[in-house]
């Protein structure tokens, strides 16, 4: 009969077996599917589409949006508010991660902090727009106190936007880089101590080096998060004005304008960007150690 | 020399090592500061919702005239809140149960086989994590859109499966590494059928990782707003989204309904918060599996 | 700022006392070291020595007492304003530095001038023999030169103190007896003191020149190792220094050192340094294994029944059931069947009495 064809069947599943290829391997099939089909496609799909627009070239969504300052304008719009929340979050986290990791007991902290990144942005935006309101309780208690003598206009300006980033960046980024902080062995701070060196030189010469690297990861994955704001730049921004943001204008060329060409051309270079800054901060920490934190043999 | 020397133990001679300069403690206090300045305004913020959905009338005051509890009422007819909550569970437990099915078996082939192109697809469920939701949430809407799934419930769960599936595979890959797999050898020394392994002898063991992955993709899916938002049609919105809208139309209705509808879904993220929190540590919702495999 | 302290004669700690919350880890470690001595802090994991080693590093803050180098107090000073060296149990390499910086590291934070630094890093190198290894990352190299290089960062800055925290536990057995001769060679030529904690007592033994048994955050012996091992003040420390035979019984008859003992019925002799046990009074006899010796049924001994026996070689090991239901470890030159009787005893030289009941 056809014993030929089986020895044949049996070696083929042989082979594949030893590459490591039976049937649990399989079972990361239908995941992957899932990623080609709902993540990689729709972006091959996208980037194709931008260059199919309603009418004009084969770049004339990309030729526009350089063209067009209501449109190019808001890159240079996001940048202003991204940059330097993520940097200012960043910078607070680092010495309050270092204060936190000598504490007994961190989880009550980290619970709260969790709080505000799991209520999410547009929760943090309604709560925002009573709070720093004109009759807010922060207006008022600065009035209180004598701070400022009429309320400060903290609402549908910059100022909305970056606050409302820092209550949602804030923990994210701080979270992160205490666990890399408390990655770091205790033991190697207390040699150095031994050793003569300061508070200062310690941080210098053992903690610094050893957290560039995962302070960079923080930086993209934080910048990353405030560039694509969304909700809200629209709630407590000025969308139409200095907060217009790039997501915004995608979502209106999308939604409002029903020209999903041009949407997935703005999308392409919101992530293009994104892409571009995260790819030379992990370049320049490929400059930095990136072993294991721990001493000698972990 | 040996002079300066105790000049030096004569300047710092203090009962204990704990008297530390004043600098020192200057930037102690100072960070403390910061911590706790940043927490009373979280704290504010929230506490501004809560009193406001429970405020007769709130105006130029520091706290309302008087409270009432109407503002829920009158939410919930106004929003429909009872459709919305109705479709907002649908969603997230078919999110959190196909994310389950999906991810742990991925998982589990990520963590017990080498094969080639493992370090690809692994690229391939870690992208998703990495590009914020906005940035793919448009051409995803557009593909469902064009393919007839644009603001259907079905198109919502699907968009939200592409941030939880990685999110569950990521998250139990280390805990199926530090189940040791002759467990599993083991069990089929002792005869059991695959059936029977998995029941038996693997289910029981992956449980607690599961349960931990899977709270936390329900919580996270709760307050998912870009994917939901750019997906959903007028009868497939979640709370989170219903509520965006509600804000956004702010004026048409009063400040406290909206404000009570804030808290019903604070409250309905809190409660699952908690959950999950009695099983994972708060900072695991950031750094995923980084901190499972730490020692 | 002047790291001249070298020219030290002693090292004093007076009454030094730790408490973590209300719990006292460490209580009144008084304690005088001279120059030049090799010091081993000797006690089982939680004694304390772990903290009292952080405690004259500076490392953790003293609830009570002092530390002094001669008539300069030096608790009062952080850890990185002491000068000492240490050696850590997990290592503590900076994994980011080469060997060489690693080395330099502690020259670098006194600011000593590179053309004066270079050549004491090298000698450093040399003297744990590891000239070769200088340009590479602490991650490649094995566990053994990790220690060496941990070592050499330490001593490099000629500190008057070199305190080591169990430095050979994370080492295999064989690489652990090359070290143990490595350290003795280092402080030799360093002629500084070392604090040396472990709880290896073979360890202990054979590096130090005086070792100090802690337990319970308390210290129970100071002595030289020949003192420790052939006089153990107590029964803790007798423990500690082997004596795993502890048979309880009431004294009998008492002249100078040498007491006798009454334990069920049959009579122990044995010496008793220190206390004076009165007549009629409880007491313990501590006895080796090796020194515990089966005699043959009907002789003059302990009664007892073998329980197990192995073969070690040049004799055979047994463990057998003693009066009062004691648990005997012993030495026989011939195999005993398991349950059979046997009759052990020693020579009274051996056998050391303490006060008291047994525990």
């Known amino acids: 009969m056809s014993i030929a064809v089986d020895d044949e069947h049996i070696s083929t599943r042989m082979r594949l077996r030893a590459r490591g290829w039976d049937g649990v391997t399989l079972l990361i099939l239908p995941a992957v599917a899932l990623m080609l089909g709902l993540f990689i496609y729709p972006f091959l799909y996208g980037f194709w589409l931008s260059f199919q627009p309603k009418a004009g070239s084969l770049f004339a969504n990309y030729a526009r949006f350089f063209a067009d300052p209501y449109l190019y304008e808001t890159v240079a719009k996001t940048l202003w508010i991204a940059v330097p929340v993520t940097l200012l979050n960043l910078l607070a986290a680092i010495p309050v991660a270092f204060r936190v990791r000598l504490m007994q007991r961190q989880r009550w902290l980290t619970t709260l902090l969790v709080l505000p990144i799991t209520l999410g942005t547009v929760l943090v935006a309604e709560g925002l727009l009573n709070y720093l309101g004109p009759q807010g309780w922060l207006n008022r208690t600065l009035m209180l106190f004598g701070i400022i003598s009429s309320p400060v206009k903290l609402l549908h300006n910059y100022w909305g936007v970056f606050l409302s980033l820092v209550i949602t960046g804030f923990p994210f980024t701080f979270l992160l880089t205490l666990s890399y902080v408390t990655g770091i062995d205790p033991a190697l701070e207390q040699a150095a101590a031994t050793l003569g060196a300061k508070a200062a030189s310690r941080f210098r010469h053992i903690f610094l080096p050893l957290l560039v690297p995962g302070l960079a990861i923080t930086f993209c994955l934080s910048f990353v998060q405030a560039f694509s704001v969304f909700p809200s730049a629209v709630l407590l921004g ?61 | 020399m040996a002079i300066s020397a105790f000049a030096v133990s004569d300047a710092t001679a203090a009962p204990s090592m704990a008297a530390k300069p004043l600098s020192h403690r200057l930037w102690v206090t100072a960070v403390w500061t910061l911590i706790g300045f940043f927490l009373i305004n979280l704290i504010a913020m929230i506490a501004a ?18 409270a009432t509890t109407k503002w829920y009422f009158s939410a919930w007819s106004e929003f429909q809140l009872d459709d919305v909550l109705v479709v907002t569970f649908q969603v997230v437990f078919a999110v959190t149960a196909l994310s389950g099915l999906i991810g742990v078996p991925a998982a589990y082939a990520m963590a017990r086989r080498e094969f080639p192109g493992k370090k690809l697809i692994m690229l391939l469920f870690l992208l998703p994590m990495l590009v914020p939701p906005i940035t793919y949430g448009i051409p995803l809407a557009t593909v469902l859109y064009r393919s007839g799934l644009g603001g259907t419930m079905a198109g919502v769960i699907l968009a939200n499966l592409v941030p939880t599936v990685p999110f569950v595979i990521l998250v139990m890959i280390p805990f199926i590494e530090q189940i040791d797999p002759k467990i599993e050898a083991a069990a089929r020394v002792f005869g059991a059928s695959t059936l029977r392994l998995f029941t038996s002898v693997l289910l029981p063991l992956l449980l607690p990782g599961m349960l931990a992955a899977l709270l936390l993709v329900l919580v996270r899916t709760i307050a998912m707003f870009e994917l939901t938002f750019l997906v959903a049609g007028p009868t497939s919105q979640t709370l989170v989204v219903a509520l965006y809208y509600a804000v956004f139309a702010a004026g048409v209705r009063a400040v406290q309904s909206i404000d009570a509808m804030a808290v019903i879904y604070m409250a309905v993220t809190v409660v699952w918060l908690i959950i999950a929190l009695r099983f994972v540590n708060p900072a695991q919702i950031v750094t995923r599996a980084k901190q499972t495999k730490a020692h | 700022m002047t790291n001249n302290l070298n020219s030290f004669k002693t090292l004093r700690l007076q009454g030094v006392g730790r408490n973590f919350g209300a719990l006292n880890v460490l209580k009144d470690l008084t304690l005088e070291v001279r120059r030049g001595e090799f010091i081993a802090l000797l006690g089982p994991s939680g004694c304390g020595k772990s903290t009292a080693l952080n405690c004259i590093a500076g490392l ?7 530390i002094w180098l001669d008539e300069r107090r030096i608790d009062t000073l952080g850890a990185e304003d002491r000068g000492f060296g240490m050696v850590f149990q997990n290592y503590a390499l900076f994994p980011h530095m080469t060997v060489r910086q690693n080395i330099g590291f502690g020259l670098k934070m006194r600011g000593v001038a590179k053309a004066e630094a270079e050549p004491r890093i090298d000698k450093a190198l040399a003297t744990v023999r590891l000239e070769s290894q200088a340009a590479k990352l602490p991650g490649q190299l094995s566990g053994g030169q990790q220690q060496r290089v941990a070592i050499a960062r330490a001593i490099v800055v000629e500190p008057p103190l070199v305190l080591m925290d169990e430095p050979l536990s994370n080492l295999d057995a064989k690489l652990r007896l090359e070290m143990r001769q490595e350290i003795r060679r280092i402080h030799a030529g360093l002629g500084s003191v070392t604090l040396y904690v472990t709880h290896d007592q073979d360890e202990a033994l054979s590096l130090a020149d005086r070792i100090v048994v802690l337990r319970d955050g308390e210290i129970r012996q100071v002595g030289t190792p020949e003192d420790l091992y052939a006089r153990p003040a107590t029964l803790d420390v007798a423990d500690f220094m082997g ?16 007491v006798t003992l009454d334990v069920g019925g049959v009579a122990l002799t044995g010496m008793t340094h220190g206390a004076v046990v009165g007549v009629g009074g409880n007491a313990v006899a501590a006895i080796r294994p090796d020194d515990m010796v089966a005699v043959g049924d009907g002789g003059d001994g302990l009664p007892a029944i073998v ?24 030495r026989s030159g011939v195999k005993l069947g398991i349950g059979a009787p046997v009759r052990l005893g020693a020579e009274p030289g051996k056998v050391l009495v303490f006060t008291g009941s047994s525990t």
């Open chain 3, 307 to 330: 329980e197990a026996i192995e073969y070690r070689g040049r004799d055979y090991f047994g463990q057998a059931r003693g009066p009062g239901d004691s648990e005997l470890f012993f």
């Open chain 3, 60 to 66: 953790l803050p003293t609830t009570r007492g002092s």
């Open chain 2, 49 to 66: 919702v809560i009193t406001s959905s429970f405020a007769s009338r709130w105006l130029r005051s520091w706290l309302p005239e008087g």
């Open chain 3, 243 to 258: 004596f795993r035979n502890r048979i309880a019984g009431v004294v009998t008859a008492q002249s100078g050192a040498t």
């Open chain 1, 238 to 298: 000025a969308p139409a004005g200095p907060t217009r943001v790039i997501s915004i204008a995608a979502y209106q060329a999308a939604f409002e304008e029903y020209d999903y060409s041009l949407a997935s051309a703005i999308a392409m270079i919101m992530g293009f960007i994104q892409l571009a800054i995260v790819g030379g901060v992990l370049a320049l920490r490929g400059l930095f150690y990136r072993g294991p934190a721990g001493g000698g043999k972990g």
